[in-house]
């Protein structure tokens, strides 16, 4: 903020800078929800923020400090001085007027930064302004765990879709056996795609709930996270959070993994792991998978504006996901380097189970890659299909490009609109593509990089063709109907 209030030569660059670094640091705010921030959004008198558009299309109403709503307004006066017109409704305004851009807000934090004396801890550990937003989510959430506070509520200030999304509790609030994670962060089992990152800390939450529902009688420390408490926390998750049996599913795995690493290092306390580890997972409806059809395919695919940068990127990036079935994590780890055109086309890639596999490439795929690399002109280093900042995409980043190109493809494709698309519909629609063109169904399973041949049944009985080939092949029934009559004449003849 120091560096920012040094910008004397740009008056209102100054200010709204001061402000809005500020207003991140006490609230939390993504950059984007406070660059869409206009006057009407602010309520004076009762201190409240409206944010809306934000993740996921949400609203939510944010409390301020009077100290910051004081600021806010000192702010809103110095801008009616230096800008008495302004051409946009927005709160954060550009020396010209309009509102402040993403992208000039990121270089200005450079500059800042630069200005501040701020070293990077690595290459790739840059200070950036969301980290504002992880300085506000960590000191609230240490702050009232000291004060013996919700962690529910961090969750819903910061608007996050899980609470286990928020940091994990302090190692020491439960020990010994949270001692054991805090050991090895990486003993929770990837649950999700292709991903190598430690699965959402799904104990934090247990842990919650142990601290705010207590057994009546106090437990001893190496019991608190014993079958008593893991059970209502998974009912829970299914009961008042209104989870699916999936995610129960998934939130039981990750607890199962870290009470297996316990058991192998605590033996002493088999007689409360064990309990927690024979927890059976439930039983749920197994629908089947959505794929899209090759009328669909090529709708989808020639959505993008290919005038631009990103529709190319994003109609590059849709076409290899077709043909060759990555998953969305595969895809966005995929670098420069790891596409090979010429004789044998193919692409590299790091799969499920830490495992190397390469995937044949179609001429249609080697002619949009060839291009795209043209045009990318990276390094074998740099990722294939990067962001606005040269940086991988996320899977979050993937998912939405995918919506809003699907929902431009239902104008001319109405079939589009009855199916939620995601980057996984993607992987099923070239498993089918290859199970209709006669592909065994093992070879499809090596194609995907299955680890059990059992993970690729669920396309079978998703193909109705091969049903009703079986039933052409039958032999049509052309007896009369009615009931059996016994013939006397022959029950007459017989011994």
């Known amino acids: 903020m ?5 910008l004397r030569r740009f008056p209102l660059r100054a200010a709204t800078f001061e402000t809005l670094i500020g207003l991140l640091v006490v609230t939390g705010l993504r950059v984007g929800e406070a660059l869409r ?29 009077p100290t910051t709503v004081e600021a806010l307004r000192c702010y809103d006066r110095r801008r009616d001085e230096l800008c008495p017109r302004p051409v946009d409704p927005s709160f954060f305004l550009s020396t010209a007027g309009t509102r402040r851009r993403y992208d000039n807000v990121h270089w200005t934090w450079l500059k800042l930064v630069r200005l501040a004396g701020l070293t990077a801890l690595s290459e790739s550990c840059r200070p950036r302004p969301h980290d504002l937003r992880h300085r506000f989510a960590v000191n609230t959430l240490l702050g009232w765990y000291h004060d013996g506070g919700d962690m529910q509520a961090v969750s819903r200030c ?24 805090a050991s090895r962060p990486s003993v929770w089992k990837p649950l999700r795609g292709g991903s190598h990152e430690p699965a959402r800390p799904c104990p934090a939450s247990l842990l919650h709930r142990a601290a705010h529902h207590p057994a009546p009688s106090q437990p001893r420390d190496d019991q608190v996270l014993s079958r008593r408490f893991a059970s209502p926390a998974l009912e829970h998750l299914e009961h008042d959070r209104h989870n699916s049996v999936r995610t129960r599913n998934n939130r039981l795995a990750a607890i199962h993994s870290l009470f297996g690493y316990a058991a192998l290092h605590h033996p002493e306390h088999a007689e409360v792991i064990q309990p927690v580890l024979a927890i059976p997972h439930k039983r749920m409806d197994r629908q089947l998978i959505c794929y899209l059809a090759p009328i669909e395919i090529d709708a989808l695919i020639a959505a993008p504006d290919t005038d631009s940068w990103i529709g190319r990127r994003d109609r590059t990036l849709m076409l290899v996901a077709v043909q060759t079935g990555l998953r969305v994590s595969e895809l966005t780890r995929m670098t420069c380097g790891d596409v090979v055109l010429g004789t044998g086309a193919h692409v590299r890639c790091v799969g499920k189970g830490r495992k190397d596999r390469i ?31 040269r940086t991988p995409l996320s899977r979050d980043a993937v998912a939405l490009l995918l919506a809003k190109h699907a929902k431009t493809a239902a104008t001319t494709c109405p079939s589009l609109a009855t ?19 006669g592909v065994d169904i093992t070879v499809i399973a090596l194609w995907l990089g299955h680890e059990q041949i059992e993970s690729t049944n669920v396309y079978l009985h998703a193909d109705l063709s091969i049903k009703e080939r079986a039933l052409v092949r039958t032999k049509p029934l052309n007896s009369a109907p009615g009931r059996y009559r016994r013939n006397e004449r022959s029950c007459a003849r017989s011994p």
């Open 158 to 181: 910061c608007r996050r879709t899980w609470v286990t999304s928020t940091p994990a509790a302090p190692t020491g609030i439960c020990p010994p056996l949270p001692s054991c994670s």
């Open 359 to 389: 995937t044949p490439l179609t001429a249609q795929g080697v002619q949009a890659l060839k291009a795209w690399l043209v045009e990318r002109h990276g390094e074998a280093s740099e990722p294939l299909f990067p962001g606005r900042r």
């Open 37 to 65: 921030l206009d006057r009407a959004d602010i309520d004076w008198r009762d201190g409240l923020l409206t944010i809306t558009e934000t993740k996921f299309n949400k609203t939510r109403l944010v409390p301020l400090h």
């Open 419 to 437: 199916k939620k698309i995601t980057p996984h519909v993607l992987r099923h629609t070239c498993a089918m593509q290859l199970l209709a063109a």
């Open 2 to 6: 120091a560096a920012a209030h040094s």
